[in-house]
């Protein structure tokens, strides 16, 4: 398989996925269903926990991409890149927290209802970061959603 196929393919999953997962947890927190926050937390785990293949293909696709993009896409594209990198430790994160609400609660169900909230808020700010880092990806390629100028070249930010 070809590495910017598998990153088409898989990178919908921790924006889609993850906002299916926080809206799930929405409806089980309010109806303090807790096999219904389990469904939910897994979903929210296995969704962040996708930033990883996505950045590793990725980053594997970046030459053969670099070569069928233009020069306002190849800004795009160093944008994109540098928002997954930067970004893609929150995603571990909220995978490791779901995974948290998963366990700890059996042990010491106190810390059910914390966990599952940070889980919860956590998520909405992973959400908005995915959606940051699509914004940049869908201009790659993709010139009719340029509405905007590209970021400016990745030396001109290091200086």
Do not use: C
């Amino acid at each position: 398989m070809h590495p910017d196929y598998l990153h088409v393919l898989l990178n919908p999953i921790p924006v889609y996925g993850l906002a299916m997962g926080l809206l799930a947890l929405f409806i089980a927190l309010g109806l303090r269903s807790r096999p219904a926050q389990v469904v939910a937390l897994t979903v929210i785990g296995l969704s962040a926990a996708a930033a990883w293949p996505v950045l590793h293909y990725g980053e594997k696709a970046y030459d053969d991409v670099m070569m069928l993009t233009d020069d306002p896409g190849t800004k795009w594209m160093d944008d994109h890149r540098s928002r997954a990198e930067k970004s893609v430790v929150g995603f571990y994160i909220l995978a490791a927290l779901s995974l948290a609400a998963l366990v700890v609660p059996r042990r010491w169900p106190r810390a059910q209802a914390p966990l599952t909230v940070s889980t919860l808020v956590l998520g909405v700010l992973m959400l908005g970061v995915g959606a940051w880092i699509a914004y940049a990806g869908g201009r790659i390629r993709h010139d009719e959603f340029r509405g905007t100028s590209p970021p400016p070249a990745a030396k001109a930010q290091a200086e």
